[in-house]
Nanobody, 121 residues
């Protein structure tokens, strides 16, 4: 059974930081390109970041460039999203998603349940 489980969300003040984790079970993560998505209330789900299978290539949405970092530890079967200088507009449910491909443009086949991130003072 292929599963992705996000963790690390919570309540943080503007300017603070959080690190989200996405742990995979039932499959070897290093074969997959991994993305982070988020969805704010009343808005469509948007892509936040993506990392290639070996970690040599990363992409970020313009809204998070310079603030977020994506990384992976294939030995631990886990990917991370380090979020710094958080803003209220970063609030939403964050999902990790996996696809067995080199391309971040293709729809992910596997999704986690999401973890809530709330940025508020």
């Amino acid at each position: 059974q292929l599963q992705l489980v996000e963790s690390g969300g919570g309540l943080v003040q503007p300017g603070g930081s959080l690190r989200l984790s996405c742990a995979a079970s039932g499959f070897t993560l290093d074969y997959y390109t991994i993305s982070w998505f988020r969805q704010a209330p009343g808005k469509e789900r948007e892509g936040v970041s993506c990392i290639s299978r070996s970690g040599e290539s990363t992409t970020f949405a313009d809204s998070v460039k310079g603030r977020f970092t994506i990384s992976r530890d294939n030995a631990k079967n886990t990917v991370y999203l380090q979020m710094n200088n958080l803003k209220p507009e970063d609030t939403g449910v964050y999902y990790c998603a996996a696809r067995y491909t080199y391309s971040c443009a293709l729809p992910p086949a596997y999704w986690g349940q999401g973890t809530q991130v709330t940025v508020s003072s």
